[in-house]
């Protein structure tokens, strides 16, 4: 018996849709259904370990990740700007010829060079690298220091110069900020490092761009370089280790009842014994020193915005946050116990918010204090004088 043509083709069409369903449902409904909730148990397995080396690698990965975000961003509109272009054509023949005509009448008046029209200047960006620098003519310790913004015993101590003297041509090593570049030796902290360099355990800490294997700990490794702000090379005179720390402009704080400034702020910690760390491009913030348990008061009236206890947050730790209302935030950090809530109105100089402390990314007994304007960190230090 013959079968028609078209009748053998319609079932073979048949058990093809019907393999292929079948197929589909398997692949869509099992298989990468099984793919996906196996990698979200590997994912919610292991993801702990990738947020433990991204915290210990922070700052070191800025720079390729808003590369790469640029990319992708500019990718896009390559790839949809026809498709725009075609569905908005706004750009019509009248509107060209207006812009051609406004161009032309424009041109002659705009154009206009100088002197060093191709000069380039030196943008003022963070670094986190230590860069060599080779001597120009007219160079000098002076000038290469101001140029860099670094102090010229930098320099000197990065390079193992004795004096000023420097000729054209000569390498020089400038690292990113003020202090000493330190090699980890086996068994240093940077407790010992701090002290070998008459500096604050806690600048280390703060500079972004030092690596630690335990953030949490600050624990080093054996042969990693680490910048040390502020720090001083140990074989410097006694008489000139007070020079520099005098140009480090120490302030202190001192007498019970804290001192109003002119714009309405007061000293946050009255019984203080000093600033530790001042406002820099990397800490845009002042810390204070003070025995765990010391009062802290309102700086500035407001109301209580934020307080967050007994989490990291950050590295923040027991903190509180305090808005006026007109755009200025206080905020105040490190805390062992905080006595304010939410919504709290607050008087400057005398509403107690807790107590100082060492919680959070801290290596000592300090405040942190921010001072905010309209969401832009600013030098605390402007507003308390």
Do not use: C
């Not at 004096?163 to 400038?174: C, E, F, M, T, Y």
């Not at 972004?208 to 910048?227: H, K, M, R, W």
């Not at 808005?323 to 805390?335: E, K, L, R």
């Amino acid at each position: 018996m013959n079968i028609p043509r078209y009748i053998r083709l319609g079932s073979l069409v048949r058990k093809t849709t019907k393999n292929l369903s079948e197929f589909t449902d398997f692949f869509f409904l099992y298989y990468l259904k099984r793919k996906v909730v196996n990698f979200s148990h590997l994912f919610e397995k292991h993801k702990n370990y990738l947020v433990k080396f991204l915290l210990m690698k922070r700052g070191r990965y800025n720079r390729p990740f808003l590369h790469m975000a640029t990319m992708g961003v500019l990718s896009v509109g390559v790839l949809i700007g026809p498709y725009l272009a075609d569905t908005y054509p706004v750009f019509t023949q009248q509107a060209r010829a207006n812009t051609d005509l406004a161009f032309a009448e424009n041109q002659q008046q705009s154009i206009e060079t100088t002197d060093n029209v191709f000069s380039t200047d030196r943008s003022e960006k963070p670094r986190d690298k230590v860069l060599t620098y080779t001597v120009q003519k007219g160079d000098t310790i002076s000038t290469i220091a101001k140029k860099f913004g670094i102090s010229t015993d930098t320099i000197k101590w990065s390079n193992d110069l004795s004096s000023d003297a420097i000729s054209v041509g000569d390498n020089l090593k400038i690292i990113p900020v003020t202090g000493i570049l330190h090699k980890v030796g086996k068994g240093e902290s940077i407790y010992t490092i701090a002290k070998k360099y008459d500096t604050e355990a806690q600048k280390i800490v703060d500079f972004p761009f030092n690596e630690f294997a335990n953030p949490e700990t600050f624990a080093l490794v054996d042969g990693q370089e680490l910048i040390v702000p502020d720090g001083i090379k140990p074989d410097v005179s006694q008489n000139q280790r007070n020079t520099i720390k005098q140009q480090q402009q120490t302030f202190f704080a001192q007498g019970a009842a804290p001192a109003v400034s002119a714009g309405g702020f007061s000293f946050p910690l009255p019984g203080s014994t000093g600033v530790s760390q001042y406002a820099s491009w990397y800490h845009m913030a002042l810390d204070m020193t003070a025995p765990i348990g010391t009062p802290v008061v309102a700086a500035h009236n407001g109301t209580v915005t934020q307080v967050s206890i007994g989490s990291w947050d950050g590295g923040y730790g027991n903190n509180v946050w305090i808005s006026d209302g007109q755009g200025t935030d206080t905020h105040y950090a490190h805390m062992s116990s905080v006595s304010v809530s939410v919504g709290q109105s607050v008087a400057g100089g005398r509403t107690v918010l807790g107590l100082s402390g060492n919680t959070g990314r801290s290596t000592g007994p300090h405040l942190h204090f921010e001072v905010r304007r309209n969401g832009a960190l600013q030098n605390p230090l402007l507003y308390l004088r």
